[in-house]
């Protein structure tokens, strides 16, 4: 990387709503090697946007288990521009990798602020706030992982958060992992619905 310490503290620059279906037609286009901020957006665009099973192993959100060798078709790199990339990003603490696990577990470190998610980019400390409950913050990890595939502007989230106080523990995890595949399996994205429409229509029952 050519400016040290360019990507921290990119998440408080401001944010601009890109659907990811967009940005991975982008970057399936690109026939010739991708940029370093191109590939750092790409590494952006591939990690979980929920926690989730991935290869036998729970993935939270924000980390990837892609392999070396996938990373390198995705930026258009060789192996070794790939990993030494890898490096300097660990090297200057945005990305954390677990070498333990194999593949090499890859996580960047500000994916929420990155992601526009408030609470990551909220500067109290947090004193005297009621701890949410894991019904609550379930709901949260849906709000923001709803609104990051869809890039519409979040709104009606009382609504939401009444709708998802009635449904029970199966529903809610379905809602949550069908997110994209609702989004995909739509004819035409200007017709995605709203968050607490989705709830409240059960669109994340999929066929």
């Known amino acids: ?57 729970l993935l939270e959100r924000g980390a990837s288990m892609l392999t070396l060798n996938e990373w390198s078709a995705l930026f258009g790199w060789s192996r070794r521009n790939t990993g030494r990339f890898f490096e300097l990003l660990e090297a200057e603490g945005v990305i954390v990798i677990d070498r333990k696990c194999r593949p090499h577990r890859l996580r960047i470190v500000d994916y929420e602020e990155l992601c526009a998610n408030r609470k990551a980019c909220d500067k109290s400390d947090g004193e005297g706030e009621k ?26 989230k009382y609504a939401a958060q009444r709708e998802w106080k009635r449904m029970n523990l199966r529903e809610r995890t379905m809602a949550l992992e069908n997110i994209e595949q609702y989004y995909m399996c739509l004819p035409d994205v200007r017709h995605v619905r709203k968050a607490y429409n989705y709830l409240r229509d059960k669109s994340y029952l999929i066929d």
């Open 1 to 57: 990387m050519k400016k040290k310490n360019g990507y921290v503290g990119m998440g408080r620059r401001g944010h601009l709503m890109v659907p990811r279906g967009l940005l991975n037609e982008i970057f399936g286009a690109q026939e010739s090697p991708v940029s370093e901020p191109l590939a750092f957006l790409c590494m952006l665009t591939k990690m979980n946007y929920s926690d989730r099973t991935v290869r036998g192993k």
């Open 131 to 156: 701890p949410l409950t894991k019904a609550e913050r379930m709901f949260e990890e849906f709000w923001t992982c709803y609104h990051d595939v869809t890039a519409q502007t979040p709104m009606e």
